[in-house]
């Protein structure tokens, strides 16, 4: 008999007996008006006491102390442990086989009582651990709920959790009591002396295992620290076992596949990344090597105006592509969380001269028209983002236009915000295609427009809080509209 048990049966034993002592006693007072028999049945309570408290064996204890206070107190001659008449006798008789028949009547109802609550209990612990594991969650986080759980509801000083790593047991998560060193040391497979992966009663040291296996191959091992278990305890230690197995199998397959979508995920990007600034860059790179080999050729005969115009061509492009390349670096920077935006005053205007001063050359001057206010009010933006948004937003449209016809830009005041446009006479853009014009891996397979400038551009006003959209104008062509932040009213969202 175990500690556990040895103090409930002296525990129900002394409530038996004492009870038995304090309702002799409150009886004696009223023995005049009791009969033999009455006295008797009150004398069932003790043994009832007994046996809930501390079992069968606690309610024959309790019997045996009744018997002694029917007897003493209730027996003739009163106050001595003589019987007298044999009637006396057979009243002590019957009190000791009715007595012991309703212990065990007790005791097994007492039984089938704890055993249905023990089943409940067990079943819902179980249904509680089981919809652990089915929840879809990482594998770290799967391993610390798996030893968290089994140390709460097994109620065990510590849990060790063990996997496979290059050939050794490594504990991949633990609750509770570290397992010793040496104890861990055991279940090594070069140890000489391992422990048994099986759940079975304490060893020595106090170490319980139990082997973690699919119908692939083992998966771990749990290591339990723990003075004992019940027989219902390891047989639901080992279902939980089970489930833990196929939950760990899972999370690792599921990690596996994320890590291939992932690596599928970061190919397809870069391919797409590439796509599009090798499309970008085409173009630029393209006209200097034209000139470049034009300027080189032995052969042609060059006047001083066409050497000029081929030198500045190079100079041109060379312009655009370090505007494409810093552009493109701000923007990973910015989508990182490493650059941030140096907000000033600005004059609307004074932007827009400082982005045309910037594409001299790049496009004839007369081509853009400004429709700007006089006292449209000053906007809080970092200039040199701004810039760059206008910038790409004008080569766009020259793009895309015909040569000949203007590119206008307008802005105005609205809601204590600044609106400003690109307008262009070109194809303008379809429907279905305003919204992904903006994402820097899409490439229309009509011709539409698309690229890194458009992207950039979303990317810097997006992070000034705010937004940036196409629009179609009825006398034909695209019109690019995002929003600024008046200066002196803080934006609503800043990233």
């Known amino acids: 008999m175990d500690n556990w048990h040895m103090s409930k049966w002296m525990y129900g034993s002394l409530a038996g007996a004492l009870a038995a002592v304090v309702l002799g006693a409150a009886m004696i007072p009223l023995r005049s008006h009791l009969s033999i028999a009455t006295a008797g049945l009150v004398l069932v309570i003790p043994v009832v006491t007994g046996v809930v408290v501390g079992g069968l064996a606690a309610g024959v204890i309790a019997v045996a102390a009744g018997f002694l206070v029917y007897d003493y107190a209730f027996i003739p001659p009163y106050l001595t442990l003589s019987v007298g008449a044999g009637q006396n006798w057979a ?203 034009t300027l080189r050729d032995p052969t042609l005969e060059l006047s001083g105006a066409d050497i000029d115009e081929l030198h500045d061509i190079i100079d041109r492009q060379a312009d655009r592509l370090t505007r494409l390349v810093t552009s493109l670096l701000d923007m990973t920077r910015l989508q990182a969380g490493f650059l941030e935006l140096q907000r000033e005053a600005w004059s609307v205007l004074e932007l827009v001269e400082d982005t045309l001063a910037g594409l001299a050359g790049a496009l004839p001057a007369s081509r853009v028209k400004t429709d700007i206010p006089s006292d449209l009010p000053a906007v809080e933006v970092d200039g040199l983002l701004i810039g760059q948004v206008l910038s790409n937003l004008v080569e766009n449209a020259d793009r895309h236009a015909p040569p000949v016809t203007p590119i206008t830009i307008a802005a105005q005041s609205k809601d204590h915000r600044v609106m400003m446009s690109v307008t262009d006479q070109g194809p303008g853009v379809p429907p279905e295609e305003r919204e992904m014009i903006f994402d820097s891996f899409v490439r229309f397979d009509t011709g539409g427009r698309s690229g890194l400038g458009l992207a950039i551009a979303k990317t810097f006003i997006q992070a000034h809080g705010e ?4 629009e179609n104008v009825p006398e034909g062509g695209a019109r690019f509209v995002f929003t600024l932040p008046q200066a002196g009213n803080p934006p609503e969202h800043r990233v």
């Open 467 to 470: 937004q940036i959209w196409v």
């Open 91 to 293: 009243a002590l008789g019957v009190y000791a086989v009715v007595m012991l028949m309703v212990a065990q009547v007790v005791a097994r109802l007492e039984r089938a009582r704890a055993e249905a609550e023990g089943n409940a209990t067990q079943t819902q612990r179980m249904y509680e651990l089981s919809d652990l594991l089915v929840k879809d969650v990482a594998l770290d986080r799967l391993l610390d709920t798996i030893v968290n759980t089994v140390q709460s509801a097994f109620d065990v000083a510590g849990v060790a959790l063990l996997l496979p790593e290059d050939g050794r047991l490594r504990v991949a998560s633990a609750a509770g009591e570290a397992i010793s060193p040496s104890q861990l040391q055991q279940l090594d497979r070069g140890s000489s002396t391992p422990v048994s992966l099986g759940i079975s009663g304490p060893t020595p040291n106090r170490l319980q295992t139990v082997a973690l296996a699919t119908a692939d191959g083992p998966v771990g091992v749990l290591a339990v620290r723990a003075r004992s278990l019940s027989s219902d305890d390891r047989a639901l230690l080992g279902a939980f076992a089970n489930h833990s197995a196929l939950a760990i199998e899972r999370a690792r397959l599921r990690q596996q596949a994320m890590q291939a979508e992932l690596l599928g995920e970061i190919d397809r990007l870069r391919q797409t990344l590439l796509g599009a600034v090798s499309h970008d860059l085409r173009t630029p790179l393209a006209s200097m090597k034209i000139a470049s080999t």
